[in-house]
């Protein structure tokens, strides 16, 4: 080999690395400026456990916690988006009174989901289920085919939308489980706003998370366990 | 031959003008370039955002770079904070010139997330 050639060689080498500790900070830079960049996974499904003993009669932090995230009006008109609303039921043989929160149950096998006939209703990887309103025809099959009644219809033009939740007429939409929030890593809006901590929200397939050491250790149900749906919320105290 | 070719660009120069001076002038906000240069965006915006929405709302992966709400961020106009509210407004202006209709915003907020925070306030 040449002396020119092995020169050549020195020069190209000295020079790459130079490139490569010039541009490396501003890749860096670039990463962190691009938001979340890697897709949800199945390794994760996302859940609450509502402890029913802990949620109080007339109390509606939850419902005006998600009112206001989501930019919902609040109003519980047929013909107004209620993404979450509380129950309050008594067993009348002995009294005894609950209130509870209800909304999409988030299953893992949505009837919502079946029905659809655009793909517009979907099941993202780690369990939130939702409607992909690019797709949705206002059909509103799943509307029909949810057990809790958890879904709405938006029957009049929307203004000035929370740029994270954009919603508008003609669409079916429901709980998102706040999928804007967990994908910036906080938790839905209504488990942040209880007073009493009843709402906990975690990741259900990871063993040694808050929500699954309780599920191991305390009693809860599945609301319609009998449809074998496995929905997503579970309720302790039912 | 030559008397020809003359001939074309005597009629096409004109020609270029005049488009260049019909072509709508924008408010364009607060500006500036984050993902390719102006003509390129021009001409391809609309593949990148049809991507972006799909991977976002299906997949989750929120590329801010190339998402609607950071467009809307940058774009919307000083004077009312709206990519669509006036006739030379950043995406109305366009689309209107080119008779092409954009329902994006009959569900994304068409304003900068500050305009919307203040209207909350009140």
Redesign the interface.
Request: hydrophobic residues 25%; negative net charge.
């Given at each position: 080999m040449s002396d020119l050639d092995t020169q050549r060689r020195q020069f190209l080498k000295t020079s790459l690395g130079a490139a490569a500790v010039a541009i490396a900070p501003g890749m860096l830079l670039f990463d962190t400026?691009?938001?979340?960049?890697?897709?949800?996974s199945s390794k994760v499904r996302w859940g609450m456990l509502i402890d029913t003993a802990q949620c109080k009669t007339g109390c509606n932090d939850c419902v005006t916690a998600c009112n206001k995230e989501n930019g919902l009006s609040g109003g519980t008109l047929p013909t107004d988006s209620q993404w979450m609303r509380k129950i309050d039921i008594k067993d009348i043989s002995n009294g005894h009174e609950t209130s509870l929160p209800m909304m999409c149950q988030h299953c893992e096998e949505p009837p919502c989901v079946d029905v659809c006939p655009t793909g517009a209703s979907?099941k993202?990887?780690?369990g939130i289920v939702?409607v992909?309103?690019?797709r949705c025809i206002g059909c509103r099959y799943c509307m029909m085919a949810c057990p809790y009644k958890a879904r709405s219809f938006v029957h009049e033009?929307?203004h000035?939308?929370?740029?994270?939740v954009?919603?508008?007429?003609g669409?079916v939409e429901s709980c998102t489980m706040c999928?804007h929030r967990i994908?910036k890593g906080q938790q839905p809006a209504c488990a942040q706003a209880c007073p009493n901590k009843a709402i906990l929200f975690g990741n259900l397939n990871d063993a040694n998370s808050e929500i699954a050491q309780k599920l191991r250790s305390v009693a809860s149900v599945q609301v319609r366990a009998d449809l074998q749906l496995n929905p997503g919320i579970r309720y302790q105290g039912l | 031959m030559k008397l020809l070719v003359s001939l074309l660009l005597c009629l096409c120069i004109p020609l270029a003008w005049a488009t260049e001076a019909n072509a709508p002038k924008l408010d364009i906000g607060k500006g500036g370039q984050c993902v390719r240069d102006p003509q390129w965006m021009r001409k391809n915006h609309m593949h990148l955002l049809i991507h972006q929405r799909d991977e976002a709302v299906r997949k989750g992966i929120r590329d801010e770079q190339i998402s609607l709400k950071n467009c809307v961020e940058c774009h919307a106009s000083l004077k009312d904070d709206s990519v669509i509210a006036r006739e030379d407004s950043f995406c109305a202006g366009c689309h209107r010139y080119e008779a092409v209709k954009i329902d994006c915003f009959e569900c994304h907020a068409s304003k900068r997330r500050v305009a919307l925070a203040k209207k909350d306030e009140k």
């Open positions: 400026a691009q938001g979340k960049t890697e897709a949800a979907f993202r990887a780690d939702l992909d309103k690019h033009p929307l000035d939308q929370n740029p994270d954009p919603r508008g007429k669409t999928v994908d | -």
